[in-house]
């Protein structure tokens, strides 16, 4: 008998209070991403997100929809979504 994977929502709350980053990957490709250009045309992106980093992400939301984040790319600010249909991994730091 097979067994059901969690959400992927609830696998990234409970490995954000786990750890201190959070790695999420996905397909920028996808409908519904909001990332940098130079970002979009890569079949694979890596972000990091966590809840005590060096550099704070204040306005972290870890929502039904996907991830929305204001994330620094060439030390800019950037808002960011991630729906959950684009994310295939997310691996803890540890």
């Known amino acids: 008998m097979a067994t059901k994977t969690p959400p992927k929502r609830d696998v990234m709350l409970a490995l954000l209070q786990a750890a201190d ?11 519904g ?3 940098p250009p130079q970002l979009k ?12 980093m060096a550099i704070p992400i204040p ?3 870890v929502g039904e929809e996907g991830i929305g984040a204001t994330l620094s790319f060439d030390r800019t600010p950037t808002w960011t979504f991630v729906p959950w249909s684009a994310v295939f991994a997310i691996v803890s730091q540890d």
């Open 21 to 31: 980053s959070v790695y999420v990957n996905f397909d920028p490709r996808r409908d």
């Open 33 to 35: 991403v909001v990332a």
């Open 41 to 52: 045309r890569q079949p694979r992106v890596v972000l990091q997100y966590g809840m005590n």
């Open 59 to 61: 306005d972290l939301d």
